[in-house]
């Protein structure tokens, strides 16, 4: 079984950002050291990436990201490849800190 940190394409780079494609349904936004999985939908055409709504934004991600939600969901319509889709299934507080990842890409 491949590892969950296996790049399955070539990340999309903005200048203070990086889009990975992980593991079949996750994409990692980073910035810098720091970065957060998306549920993604695999084996779909075109493929799609789950984005919180404003609703629970600052409930389910790290405080660097709280307040920035325009910007980073701009920029993953712009480089992840994916169409994106608000919902809030699969992201609760309570089990949401395995999202969050630290040490790079």
């Keep these: 079984m491949a590892s969950p940190r296996l790049v399955t394409t070539v990340p999309s780079r903005g200048p203070e950002f990086l889009i990975q494609h992980r593991w079949k349904e996750q994409v990692a936004y980073w910035e810098g050291e720091r970065g957060f999985v998306f549920d993604a939908a695999w084996g779909v055409t ?22 920035r939600r325009d910007q980073v969901v701009r920029r993953l319509r712009r480089r992840s490849g994916h169409v994106l889709e608000e919902t809030d299934a699969g992201y609760d507080p309570a089990t949401s800190a395995w999202r969050c990842l630290a040490g790079g890409p």
Excluded: F, K, Q
Excluded at 48 to 54: A, H, K, M, R, T
């Design 46 to 67: 075109p493929p799609i990436l789950y984005v919180p709504s404003p609703d629970v934004w600052a409930e389910v991600v790290p405080t660097w990201l709280r307040g």
